[in-house]
């Protein structure tokens, strides 16, 4: 049996998202994209197949300003966090609800990765065993000043979290999120040799963007391994 992609839309809202669910899948993640991309981007769609490979399916779905912007034709800024928080949770709700009962995950790319973390510091993330950032936005480039900021609800989450950053990302090295989450419980890093924020790699590295997403997976599925019994 093949793995089965279906779009499907996220109540209350009417988000719309779609999910990839291999057979025999041992967990399921609703994924979230970073502000500039969304649901559709290649990244996401990629990340999304190679889960599911390693059993876990993927709910990738789009916060409302880019349904917005999907359906208009034209850019808009992202939502403000209180209505990306509550998409976050929407997400959540809708992949308990379309997994019947396997073990839940959260995951999202940049933006998407630390408007989970706030959801799950701000009320939580029911069922969720942890959360996985792909590429965490400690910064905006050239601006370290604001990490302590944008990391400050980090220690609130309650949540194992695995922070995947690549060691050119601009918006936070390994170094700097490796100073910020240290003493938080069940906080763990691993660095993504030569990727970029978008985990993009140079030529000269000899690595493709399929072989950083393949590396991506496999940290993050060892990693679950420890959360999800057997």
């Known amino acids: 049996m093949s793995t089965a992609e279906r ?6 809202d009417g988000l719309s998202a779609v999910l990839t669910m291999p057979p ?4 399921i993640m609703p994924l979230a994209h970073g502000a500039g991309a ?8 990629d990340l999304a197949g190679v889960l599911s490979d390693a059993g876990i399916a993927a709910l990738r779905y789009n916060f409302p300003y880019m349904d917005r912007a999907e359906s208009g034709g034209r850019r808009f800024p992202p939502d403000r966090p209180p ?5 976050v949770r929407a997400a959540v709700a809708c992949a308990a609800e379309l997994s019947e009962g396997l073990p839940l995950l959260a995951g999202g790319k940049s933006l998407g990765g630390r408007m989970t973390t706030t959801a799950a510091a701000s009320g939580g993330l029911p069922g969720v065993r942890g959360i996985v950032l792909f590429g965490f936005p400690l910064h905006p480039p050239g601006r ?3 990490a302590a900021r944008r990391a400050a609800h980090l220690p609130e989450t309650g949540l194992p ?13 390994p170094h700097e999120v490796s100073r910020t989450i240290r003493g938080i419980r069940g906080a763990e890093l691993r660095e993504i040799e030569s990727a970029d924020h978008g985990f993009g790699v140079p030529k000269r590295s000899g690595r493709t963007k ?6 991506l997976v496999e940290i993050t599925a060892e990693w679950a391994g420890g959360l999800i019994p057997e």
């Open 38 to 45: 969304g649901k559709s981007h290649q990244f996401m769609a």
């Open 161 to 173: 979290m695995l922070f995947l950053q690549g060691s050119r990302d601009a918006l936070g090295k």
């Open 83 to 87: 209505v990306l928080v509550r998409a």
């Open 144 to 146: 370290p000043e604001m």
């Open 7 to 12: 779009e499907v839309q996220i109540p209350p």
């Open 24 to 27: 025999g899948a041992r967990a």
């Open 210 to 215: 399929s072989d950083v997403i393949r590396e």
